[in-house]
């Protein structure tokens, strides 16, 4: 411990919670749809409509750099999630819609399948990282009285949809894929209150 100069500690979740909170309560009313990336995060704002208010991109460039310690590049997405949920808090969002990181999993032994390998560390980056940011998100969301919610990310980049949404609305791929997501969320909680109706 005393060799790297830090002690680290381990706590349960409940105490985080409750001394680490930023907002005790979120009156907003939109919706976050966010695509995360390894060098980036998207998050478009949406409202109940779909119809979109607001987009902003959370870099962390230097993490995607080869050769990047780890543990720093924990601490730089740390900083840039933090950054994201403190905008989206700030811009009304209620509730954020995140990749679900099994379907992820399964998307990711399709791309390897076809031959969508770049280089060695591609597993890593895309698969192991990308759903660790999934995961630190979701954790913190708490902390901003934000709700998260998963849902399926197929067809979010890559299809026509995708595409016709770049060009109509103007923007770059990724933030394209965090505006399906916020949308596709939408409909689905809303297929759920029909459910239970």
Known sequence: MW???????????????????????NYGKLYGGV?????RVNLAIVDRYGRLRDVKT????????????????RILVGIAIHEMLQYAYHHGVRTLFLEN???LGKLRLLWI????IL?????????VFRNS???MRAIKTLLYSIKVDYVNPKGTTRSKEHNETMIKNGLDKHTTSAYLIAVRGIKR???????IV
């Not at 695509?35 to 060098?39: R, Y």
């Not at 909680?189 to 459910?195: E, G, N, T, V």
């Open 113 to 116: 399948k076809d031959g969508k």
């Open 35 to 39: 695509d995360v990336n390894t060098d």
């Open 58 to 73: 959370f870099w962390f460039k230097d993490v995607a750099r080869k050769g990047y310690p780890r543990r720093k590049a």
């Open 101 to 103: 990181p099994s379907v």
């Open 133 to 135: 940011i999934i995961e």
């Open 3 to 25: 060799i790297h100069g830090e002690i680290q500690l381990t706590i349960p979740l409940d105490f985080y919670y409750k001394y680490m909170t930023r907002y005790k309560r």
């Open 119 to 127: 280089h060695r560390n591609y597993n890593w980056k895309v698969s």
């Open 189 to 195: 909680h809303a297929m759920m209150l029909k459910a």
